[in-house]
């Protein structure tokens, strides 16, 4: 895997005693850090993940160990790689590279809107990663939290899937698992709230509101809006379609207005995305040769 086993001293040490927090998560705190890899003897900055005490370090060693090496063994232009990780006493923590240009959420919800072509891009960048996760690692792997935050953007600003601290690793026999219910409220499917077996389609129903999030460069709730019609995303958006209304959701993007016929295909995808039942979902490799 070439993971590099670090020391808790060691990362103390690289992030300066954890001084400069970069984002903060249900699992942990992230802080960047620079360090002298073993695997090529050059100094890279890197992003080092302290997962809290009460969460996942409750996890016995062997899974801690399993789940470090089954995430370290994915490779995909889409995904942020892990680099090592700390398991050392009561102290986990888990080392990626660095992203230079931040989180998704801010790069959308920021002051400026970012460009339609990059949307698409960002859009199709996120669809292969999941579909790579889902479908192409050794061991298929649920992300469970897809939501903007956790989507990282590199010098080229490439979407890199990151923060697997809720994924559910299934065994190469599972296609399903139960487990309580993880994820950010707002991308969650509703099968989450049904006792029922968790498929990859919680990964495709997150992956809809987020697509529509791109689409329309807001956030799945907004309080602050003209119409109250407008305060769900979803909601909105499926009232659009249906009503053959699809411009109102790009109104204000001259570029997306030209392009009407991929927005409205994109539209389409996200609320097939986010159909009530799993099995009405499309996969993921489906969303990737449609956008």
């Not at 400069?20 to 360090?35: I, P, R, T």
């Amino acid at each position: 895997m070439n993971l590099q086993n670090f020391s808790f001293v060691e990362l103390e040490k690289a992030t300066n005693g954890f001084k400069e927090q970069l984002g903060a998560g249900a699992f942990g705190v992230v802080f960047k850090g620079v360090v002298e890899l073993v695997n090529n003897n050059i100094t890279s900055i890197i992003a080092v993940k302290k997962l809290y005490n009460n969460n996942m370090v409750k996890e016995g060693e062997q899974e801690f160990k399993a789940e470090v090496m089954s995430i370290g063994s994915t490779n995909h232009k889409n995904l942020v790689k892990l680099i090592g990780f700390c398991n050392e006493g009561q102290h986990r923590l888990l080392v990626y590279e660095y992203m230079s240009n931040g989180s998704l959420a801010n790069f959308l919800f920021g002051p400026s809107k970012p460009k339609w072509h990059q949307r698409k891009q960002l859009a199709l960048g996120i669809a292969r990663g999941l579909f790579y996760l889902h479908e192409e690692c050794s061991t298929q792997i649920i992300h469970c939290d897809i939501k903007p935050q956790n989507i990282l953007l590199d010098h080229s600003f490439t979407a890199r899937i990151s923060d697997f601290g809720l994924a559910k690793i299934l065994n190469t026999d599972q296609t399903r698992t139960t487990t309580g219910i993880r994820g950010t409220k707002g991308y969650v499917a509703p099968e989450w709230f049904r006792n029922m077996a968790v498929t990859v389609k919680v990964d495709v129903y997150s992956y809809g509101i987020l697509l529509l999030e791109l689409i329309c460069c807001r956030k799945n709730v907004e309080a602050n809006v003209e119409d109250d019609a407008q305060i769900i995303l979803a909601d909105w958006a499926c009232d659009c379609y249906e009503s053959g209304k699809v411009e109102c959701l790009v109104e204000n993007d001259d570029e997306a207005k030209m392009e009407m016929k991929m927005v409205e295909k994109y539209v389409m995808v996200a609320l097939w995305c986010i159909q009530e039942d799993p099995s009405l979902r499309p996969t993921m490799k489906k969303v990737m040769l449609i956008i």
